[in-house]
């Protein structure tokens, strides 16, 4: 396969959310935006705290203990090189439109702090739409599908992993039913 065509962003971000979970998502005003912060974990055991003071700078990671915050700044180190325009396409779900950056670039904390905080972001906008609709994620995508049934029901009750949806609500197999997630 042709390197230059592997996002290894996503090959990063893959390594970090099999390896690192979080908890809880909480928010408030910050002076240039909206500040916000979760918890992270590691085999179930918390590492530390992912922040966004909402003031226009970097999000930071500090960790529980010396250990976990070195645990992390190595893990952060062993992380593949990637594209910027790759990494902007995936975390903001548009392409980048500024100067172009052809370089690699390193893995930072901010980065790794950042893809943990929209994941908490992600999984609080989820539990919500779970509440009220049926949740999926199909094959070869990243977004989600919403149906206007709440789940499990007569119609959508039958989806199971690995069921084809008709060609009308999505051509792909279904990979995952969200709101087992929150059940």
Known sequence: ?????VNTFVQGKTRILDTFSVKGLKTWTGREGVGAQTT?????????????????????????TIEAEKMVRE????????RFSDY?????????????????????VAV????????????????????TKTVVRAEGFQNFGIFDVKWPT??????????QLTKQLHPKVITE???KRFD
């Open 1 to 5: 396969m042709n390197q230059s065509k």
């Open 40 to 64: 992270l974990y590691k085999d179930g055991k918390k590492v530390g705290l992912c922040t966004d003071e909402g003031n226009g700078g970097e999000v930071d990671f500090r960790g529980h």
């Open 75 to 82: 893990f952060v180190k062993s992380l593949p090189e990637y």
């Open 88 to 108: 902007w396409k995936e975390q903001y779900g548009d392409e980048w439109d500024g100067q172009a950056k052809s370089d690699l670039e390193s893995w930072t």
């Open 112 to 131: 790794f702090a950042d893809v943990m905080l929209n994941l908490a972001e992600e999984e609080k906008q989820l539990k919500k739409l779970c509440k």
């Open 154 to 163: 007569d119609t959508y009750g039958q989806l199971v992993l690995g069921s």
């Open 177 to 179: 039913i969200v709101n």
